[in-house]
Structure formats: structure tokens, C-alpha cells
Antibody
Framework: QITLKESGPTLVKPTQTLTLTCTFS??????????VGWVRQPPGKALEWLAL???????RYSPSLKSRLTITKDTSKNQVVLTMTNMDPVDTATYYC????????????WGQGTLVTVSS | EIVLTQSPGTLSLSPGERATLSCRAS???????LAWYQQKPGQAPRLLIY???SRATGIPDRFSGSGSGTDFTLTISRLEPEDFAVYYC??????FGPGTKVDIK
């Protein structure tokens, strides 16, 4: 059974850097054909894809946010970390991580999400 | 960058009715890489359909997906009370469409 859980601050100030950790179980990011993605959702709005990390360390970023995002992994800890710089109130959202199947691109298991509020 | 649009924005139907949701891509998408998700308030999205037409594990057969190229469809044959939710399409683990809300008429 695959499980994922997001963790990190619930409140950040404008201009600060957000660091979120996705801790997972039931799979390994050293296994071929696996990825972990990050998705966010502002309150009352649609899902927005942010970043994707494959088992082979290949990375993909949303073109509109690429300059602000970094995604990394710690295979030994079963964790994927997303950092987003220069946070703004418009970045207030629930942030989700999800397990991705490389062959189909489907996100078949999701974390519960963590709400991050950007406010001074 | 592929952009997905979904229509209609909101679909108001009654339980037992058929729902037809559309997802259109700005350029051709491999059918293998088109997925649909359901999201209810306060919950994470749930995978419904992948590869344009394959149902995910545990998804009832009233949900079906079809399409190719730039036009894809999610059909719910007979709406159950638990199906009233927001539905998103996605191409290969990346961009999502803006969603279609299916609400009770």
C-alpha cells in the first residue's frame, strides 16, 4: 500500500522560502518507473501542477514557476523535498504530493495535502 | 507547453442522469497519457481514468473515458449522489485542466 504525507510550515511570510517535505512508503524512488509530483490548489480554485521528480533524478517544472522551484529527493529517507522561493500571498494554497507511474503519467496515490498560508 | 481546457465549467444534473464532460488539448496528446481525477470538498483528488479509457482500481464501471488526439471525454452513465464533485483532466503527470463541477440540479 502506497502512502504519502506532506509536511512543512503552515504560515510563511512574503519573500520567504517555503520548504515542503513529502514522506512516503510503499515504494522506492530508486525503483525504475516511479516519480513523485507536487500539485497545489489555492482555496476554491483549480489544481495546479508544480514539479515532478523521476527515479533517475530527472526533473520537470511548471514553466510559469520554474525559476522559483527546486525538487530533490532523499532516497534513504523516502522523502521528496520541494522548495519555492520568494513566496507571495497568491501562493497560499493546499500543497499535495503524489506518486506517479512513469508509463502512464497517472497520479495514483495522493497525500492528504497541507495548507500553506502566506501572510505577514 | 500543452494547455487543457474543460467544458462545461459547471454541469447541473439530477441523480440518475448521464454526465458528459469534455477535455480539449491545445495540441495532440497521446491517449496513453490522459488521466481524469475526481475531487470532493476537503479531499485530495482521486484517480478515475488513465490512458484515456482505463478505469483505476476500484472505480465503478459507470465511469468511462474516451477520446484521442485533442478531444477527450469522461462519461458518467448514471449519476449517483456521491458523484457530485469536481472533475479534472491531466496530461502526463503535468498540466491539469481547469475542472468541471458536477452539481445537483
Amino acid at each position: 500500500q502506497i502512502t504519502l504525507k506532506e509536511s512543512g510550515p503552515t504560515l510563511v511570510k512574503p519573500t520567504q522560502t517555503l520548504t515542503l517535505t513529502c514522506t512516503f512508503s510503499g515504494f522506492s524512488l530508486s525503483t525504475g518507473g516511479v516519480g513523485v509530483g507536487w500539485v497545489r490548489q489555492p482555496p476554491g480554485k483549480a489544481l495546479e501542477w508544480l514539479a515532478l521528480l523521476y527515479w533517475d533524478e530527472d526533473k520537470r517544472y511548471s514553466p510559469s514557476l520554474k525559476s522559483r522551484l527546486t525538487i530533490t529527493k532523499d532516497t534513504s529517507k523516502n522523502q521528496v523535498v520541494l522548495t519555492m522561493t520568494n513566496m507571495d500571498p497568491v501562493d497560499t494554497a493546499t500543497y499535495y504530493c503524489a506518486h506517479m507511474d512513469y508509463d502512464s503519467g497517472k497520479y495514483d496515490s495522493w497525500g492528504q495535502g497541507t495548507l500553506v498560508t502566506v501572510s505577514s | 507547453e500543452i494547455v487543457l481546457t474543460q467544458s462545461p465549467g459547471t454541469l447541473s444534473l439530477s441523480p440518475g442522469e448521464r454526465a458528459t464532460l469534455s477535455c480539449r488539448a491545445s495540441q495532440s496528446v497521446s491517449s496513453s497519457y490522459l488521466a481524469w481525477y475526481q475531487q470532493k470538498p476537503g479531499q485530495a483528488p482521486r484517480l478515475l481514468i488513465y490512458g484515456a479509457s482505463s478505469r483505476a482500481t476500484g472505480i465503478p464501471d459507470r465511469f468511462s473515458g474516451s477520446g484521442s488526439g485533442t478531444d477527450f471525454t469522461l462519461t458518467i452513465s448514471r449519476l449517483e449522489p456521491e458523484d457530485f464533485a469536481v472533475y479534472y483532466c491531466q496530461q502526463y503527470g503535468r498540466a491539469f485542466g481547469p475542472g468541471t463541477k458536477v452539481d445537483i440540479k
